[in-house]
């Protein structure tokens, strides 16, 4: 009950029925195994990060399992077998999603994949590699070429390599490293972003 970080990757699991009973699991990487179904972790509330790529994983839980995930920033379910949309649907019921892989999935290889994805899930502000644009959000609004979708400026590696016995600690500050980046990306190549600092800064100094 104790325990705040589960590294088991690589180990041929085919279940995480025994991970339910860490109800203060803050940090779960399960990659790289045979696990298809991941209910058990509905008791594990307090996730912050929770790795599962490269499973076999083809649909995930309920809305109501991702409604009580309400510290989840990251998550990772790349190169796993998910194709349907209804995927979707259900991440968007998880209230503090900040980043999202899903490269490698039968469902990145569908149409507008990525503008249902961003479109679907408000809170999120980076999925696959690349910050979220103002352009993928706001329908027909064209931008200069530093703003648009997939813009190198937009680009960020959140997929770092778990270091082997790394302390829970580690792992959060790796968490919050990524979401500071995330956020200094949009400061600085998001239009509204920075139109509501220009307002925010004009309403201080008239304030004052």
């Not at 309400?70 to 900040?98: A, M, Q, T, W």
Request: proline residues 4%; hydrophobic residues 45%; charged residues 20%.
């Amino acid at each position: 009950k104790d325990l705040v970080i589960v590294q088991l990757n690589g180990l041929y699991l085919k279940n995480v029925k025994h991970v339910q009973y860490c109800v203060l699991l803050k940090v779960c990487i399960l990659s790289n195994n045979y696990i298809t179904n991941i209910d058990a972790l509905q008791c594990c509330t307090h996730l912050v990060k929770l790795d599962l790529h490269g499973n076999q994983i083809q649909s995930l839980p309920a809305p109501v399992f991702w409604e009580g995930m309400k510290e989840l920033n990251l998550l990772y379910l790349h190169d796993n077998g998910i194709g349907k949309l209804d995927i979707v649907r259900s991440l968007s019921f998880c209230p503090n999603l900040i980043g999202l892989t899903l490269f490698d999935t039968p469902l990145s290889l569908r149409k507008a994949y990525r503008h249902i994805v961003v479109n679907s899930i408000f809170s999120l502000k980076a999925l696959d590699y690349y910050v979220i644009s103002d352009e993928e959000i706001v329908e027909n609004w064209k931008l200069p070429a530093k703003y648009k979708s997939f813009s190198p400026s937009l680009f960020l590696d959140f997929c770092p390599a778990p270091r082997k016995e790394a302390i829970v600690e580690e792992n959060i500050n790796v968490v919050k490293d990524i979401i500071s980046k995330i956020n200094h990306i949009l400061a600085h190549h998001s239009p509204v972003v920075i139109v509501q600092r220009w307002i925010r800064g004009y309403l201080t100094r008239k304030r004052l």
